[in-house]
């Protein structure tokens, strides 16, 4: 059922809106206030922080997913979470 991109496509996307989530939070911690503000202000750096760690995490977990689908399983074992 459905194409056969369309599981990779998915798989792209995600990792495209981890990063933009992930430039997001760069744009916060530099001079553009995009983010709604920490309570306190000085937790704002841990803010934007987290929110820019969140965005990588999630490309690099739909890049592992997309370097599994098209490297041998021997190259893939490398990236296996321990």
């Not at 202000?41 to 689908?69: F, H, K, S």
Request: aromatic share 4%.
């Amino acid at each position: 059922m459905g194409k056969r991109w369309a599981g990779l496509a998915a798989e792209i996307l995600s990792g495209v809106a981890g990063g933009l989530i992930a430039l997001l939070g760069a744009a916060d911690l530099t001079v553009a206030r995009v983010l709604t503000p920490a309570t306190n202000p000085n937790l704002q750096l841990a803010l934007d922080l987290t929110v820019m760690l969140t965005g990588l995490a999630a490309a690099a977990i739909a890049e592992w997913r997309i370097c599994c689908r098209s490297m041998p399983i021997t190259r893939c074992m490398r990236w296996r979470w321990r």
